[in-house]
Nanobody, 115 residues
Framework: QVQLVESGGGSVQPGGSLRLSCAASGNIRSIYNMGWKRQAPGNQRDMVATITSDGRTNYADFVKGRFTVSRDNAKNMVYLQMNSLKLEDTAVYYC?????????WGKGTLVTVSS
């Protein structure tokens, strides 16, 4: 069993910032990729950012320059610093971990950007 718990979502005005955190626990030997996806109402789940075990990052074009993904391997945690938030960033954000033999997802945390 692997559990992922996201935190840090909430409501913010356009231009504001939020920091999401995700803690992975359970039967984990090693984590390869970690990252975040998001899903807005009526939309598919889109990749937002990923980070490899050695710290290489990849971002969706729509968040480049605004979001930063990071991880703490000792704590099995992944973070998403979101700056300059826009109305269209409103979505449920899901963290995930790739254990090499299986992927696991959190239940999501809602981010609402509104004026």
């Amino acid at each position: 069993q692997v559990q992922l718990v996201e935190s840090g979502g909430g409501s913010v005005q356009p231009g504001g910032s939020l920091r999401l955190s995700c803690a992975a626990s359970g039967n984990i030997r090693s984590i390869y990729n970690m990252g975040w996806k998001r899903q807005a109402p009526g939309n598919q789940r889109d990749m937002v950012a990923t980070i490899t075990s050695d710290g290489r990052t990849n971002y969706a074009d729509f968040v480049k320059g605004r979001f930063t993904v990071s991880r703490d391997n000792a704590k099995n945690m992944v973070y998403l610093q979101m700056n300059s938030l826009k109305l269209e960033d409103t979505a449920v954000y899901y963290c995930y971990v790739d254990l090499g033999y299986s992927d696991h997802w959190g239940k999501g945390t809602l981010v609402t950007v509104s004026s």
